[in-house]
């Protein structure tokens, strides 16, 4: 599983702080449903936890998602308490957590933004799962690069 680098993630923030514009954090094979901004007019917007604390966090959230006795009603009132989310989830076992960073200048950049092991790789009809209207958005999305510290 690949978890989000929330570590990582304000390391490049405070790094590039000084020209960036906003940062939004999500799986960049499914950006367009995951991402949820974090950093805007140089301040956070979003309380991220560290990693450990988001790790913490998500063995509290898989027993409050697996408890019979709530609704989906009660599951969604009280996830929302649960900050290590983003787009509603903590990573993922395929795809890759990602930051954008938007500059003031007009520049974007996507860096892979994930710690944790590399699971299954995606499969070579992947591209075939996209419907008529994903598979154009995702061809648009630029490419990863990876933060060099």
Same mark, same amino acid.
């Given at each position: $599983?690949?978890?989000?680098?929330?570590?990582?993630? %304000? #390391?490049?923030?405070?790094?590039?702080? /000084?020209?960036? *514009? %906003?940062? @939004?954090?999500?799986?960049?094979? @499914?950006?367009?449903?995951?991402?949820?901004?974090?950093?805007? *007019?140089?301040?956070?917007? #979003? *309380?991220?936890?560290?990693?450990?604390?988001?790790?913490?966090? =998500? /063995?509290?959230?898989?027993? $409050?998602?697996?408890? !019979?006795? +709530?609704?989906?009603?009660?599951?969604?009132? &009280?996830? &929302?308490?649960?900050?290590?989310?983003?787009?509603?989830?903590?990573?993922?076992?395929?795809?890759?957590?990602?930051? +954008?960073?938007?500059?003031? *200048?007009?520049?974007?950049?996507?860096?892979?933004?994930?710690?944790?092991?590399?699971? %299954?790789?995606?499969?070579? =009809?992947?591209? $075939?799962?996209?419907?008529?209207?994903?598979? !154009?958005?995702? @061809?648009?999305?630029?490419? +990863?690069?990876?933060?060099?510290?």
């Amino acid at each position: $599983m690949k978890y989000y680098d929330y570590d990582k993630a %304000r #390391r490049i923030i405070e790094a590039e702080k /000084e020209g960036l *514009d %906003r940062a @939004d954090l999500g799986i960049h094979e @499914d950006w367009f449903w995951t991402a949820d901004t974090i950093y805007e *007019d140089g301040k956070y917007v #979003r *309380d991220i936890p560290s990693n450990e604390k988001a790790l913490k966090a =998500n /063995e509290k959230y898989k027993k $409050m998602v697996q408890d !019979p006795k +709530l609704t989906s009603e009660d599951r969604y009132k &009280k996830s &929302k308490k649960f900050n290590h989310l983003i787009g509603g989830i903590l990573g993922s076992a395929w795809a890759t957590p990602t930051i +954008l960073l938007q500059y003031k *200048d007009g520049r974007s950049i996507f860096y892979e933004c994930f710690h944790g092991e590399v699971g %299954r790789e995606k499969s070579l =009809n992947f591209e $075939m799962g996209f419907g008529c209207l994903s598979k !154009p958005v995702q @061809d648009s999305i630029a490419k +990863l690069e990876k933060w060099e510290e």
